[in-house]
Structure formats: structure tokens, C-alpha cells
């Protein structure tokens, strides 16, 4: 069975790639041109947020390396939330990469079978980059008013993260 799975995922891609050139030929539409129009369009985005993103990961360097985040953590109260866990639960909204690389500390220092390192890994697969991800999409598509989606995305992460300290 394992080996079926295999070779039916080996060939999904070049399938896929097949039926939507397939597709595009039998409605005479001209695939190439298209493909290059959607790479061009595609590589304008990524130029528009880079600015974006370049702030983001400049911001979540000086939080890390100022101590700002461990500082941050000792100001709540013994009992509310593992304190190691506290700079990881704090960056995840803004960055996936700095939250993993804290939750990576976590794992050199706990071990990653350890309650802390549970825990770290269940909050990372079920929180979102809020900010990140709000920052991006929403400049890219020039979107003003967010409404009600701060609120919602971070009543998920806060959900997230009780159902990371509950379950690890």
C-alpha cells in the first residue's frame, strides 16, 4: 500500500501539469502566453511586498536580540503560561521563522519530547503568522478596511494556544 501511495504522489504533479496544458489547448487558449503573463504578474507581487517583508523580519530581530521578548515573559505571573513558551506565543503572529527558531531553543534546552517542546510544537502547527500574513495579503490586494479579521485571527491564536498547553 505504501508503495501505491508513492507512486500515485510521484505522479500527481506531472498529471496536474499534463491535464491544465491539456485543458488550455483544447479551449484554444494560448498556454505559454499565459504562463508567462501569470509569472510576470506573479514577480510584481513579490517586488510590492518586499518592502513589507524586509520590515517584518527587521522587527522581529530586534525584539529577539534585544531581550525584549524574555523581559516581556517575566512580567506575567508565575502560573499563566510556561514562561519559555512566552517569546515563542508572542512571535508566532508576526513570524514563522523566528517562532520556530525560538521553539528550536526550547527543543535544545527541554528536549523535544519534553512538555515544553509539546507544547511548542502543537502551538506552532496550530497558530497562524496573524500580522504576517494580514500585512502581506492585505497590501498586496490593497485591501483598507479589515473589519473584523484581527479579532477573529487572534481569538483563533488564542485558541491555539490553550489547545497547545491542554493537549501537549
Do not use: Q
Not at 521578548?69 to 503572529?93: E, K, N, T
Amino acid at each position: 500500500m505504501d508503495t501505491f501511495v508513492n507512486f500515485l504522489s510521484g505522479l500527481f504533479i506531472p498529471l496536474l501539469v499534463f491535464y491544465i496544458v491539456g485543458f488550455g489547448l483544447l479551449m484554444k487558449c494560448p498556454v505559454f502566453d499565459a504562463f508567462t503573463d501569470g509569472a510576470k504578474d506573479g514577480f510584481h507581487v513579490a517586488v510590492s511586498i518586499l518592502p513589507t517583508l524586509i520590515g517584518l523580519i527587521a522587527g522581529v530581530r530586534v525584539l529577539r536580540a534585544s531581550g525584549f521578548l524574555d523581559w516581556l515573559a517575566g512580567l506575567l505571573p508565575r502560573g499563566v503560561l510556561p514562561v519559555p513558551l512566552v517569546p515563542v506565543i508572542l512571535m508566532r503572529p508576526f513570524s514563522s521563522s523566528a517562532a520556530t527558531g525560538l521553539a528550536l531553543d526550547i527543543f535544545k534546552e527541554y528536549g523535544p519530547d519534553s512538555y515544553l517542546g509539546r507544547a511548542a510544537s502543537i502551538l506552532l502547527s496550530c497558530t497562524e503568522t496573524v500580522f504576517y500574513t494580514m500585512s502581506l495579503y492585505f497590501v498586496t490586494v490593497k485591501v483598507t478596511k479589515t473589519r473584523w479579521t484581527m479579532a477573529g485571527a487572534m481569538l483563533a491564536t488564542a485558541a491555539g494556544v490553550a489547545a497547545s498547553l491542554w493537549l501537549a
